[in-house]
């Protein structure tokens, strides 16, 4: 008998509550890292507890599913995903953090177009509107001429592309590569990623930051975790409105721990961003039915 569609959504709202309480972490536990170290050392930080915790899983599971041809694809894959994450934290460091949730909402405008170039998937009418919306919004965050115009504002743009790829090369492995063996090769490679230019300026963490090491490395793994079970219980159309109240979320958390001052230009920017992905989205749903 099917499950009912409240039930449903009730456990993709509550799996969903999980995953805005880990971005809104992940972003907290980077900023505060970043002022003690260097975001190498930060994310070798979050990659180490990430292994530790799906390595202890994979033996629980006598390592099965996690074996894989596909080394080489791994690879680049996660090269490419550790340039988004150093671009995402480099930008929470220096930037406010509504303005970095806003760009980063930019993600799947650039996966459109990254899915038709190298996947073959249809550029649509829809994905047209969402990416044409998506310009104009980063336009209005970073208002050519004014302060965000920085190297942090387009780190973090460069890392919604690198994340954008990452997507891609997942839908080119989903039909080899179990979720589990992607996340767990993800920690395992980009581990030395960051280690090895992290320990040219190592520093010791402060007693103060051992939670906030924690909190960076449980963060980003139960992110992924909780997304990936909000999906399962309901569609894109329905998870995508919740993912967006990241972006008042961490307004509110930015002006109360960080007194950064609320600026209208980028919730402007982030609902237009997200208001062409969710056209995109209902404008799919709408053309396959």
Known sequence: MAVPLQTNVLKAVLWM???????????????????????????????????????????????????????????????????????????????????????????????????????????????????????????????????????????????????????????????TESPFAIIFWMNLIQLPLGLVPALAVWVAPSPDNYIWILAIGLGGLCSHWCVAHAMRHADAAVVAPMDFIRLPIIAVVGYLVYEEPWNPWVLIGGVLIFSGNMINIWGERRSKA
């Open 17 to 175: 509550m999980g995953a805005l309480a880990s971005f809104t972490t992940m972003a907290l536990a980077g900023r505060e890292l970043t002022q003690e170290m260097s975001v190498f050392q930060a994310l070798t930080f979050r990659s180490l507890i990430c292994v530790a915790i799906l390595t202890a899983i994979a033996a629980a599971r006598r390592f099965k599913g996690i074996r894989t041809e596909r080394v080489g694809l791994h690879l680049w894959r996660n090269v490419i995903h550790f340039g988004g994450q150093y671009g995402w934290v480099y930008g929470i460091s220096l930037l406010p953090l509504a303005a970095v949730f806003s760009i980063e909402f930019t993600v799947p405008i650039w996966t459109a177009i990254m899915a038709a170039m190298f996947l073959g998937e249809p550029f649509t009418r829809w994905r047209m509107i969402a990416v044409a919306m998506g310009f104009v919004g980063i336009l209005i965050i970073v208002r050519p001429g004014a302060s965000m115009i920085d190297v942090a504002a387009f780190a973090v743009l460069a890392a919604a592309m690198c994340y954008a790829a990452t997507y891609v090369f997942t839908r080119h492995m989903a039909s």
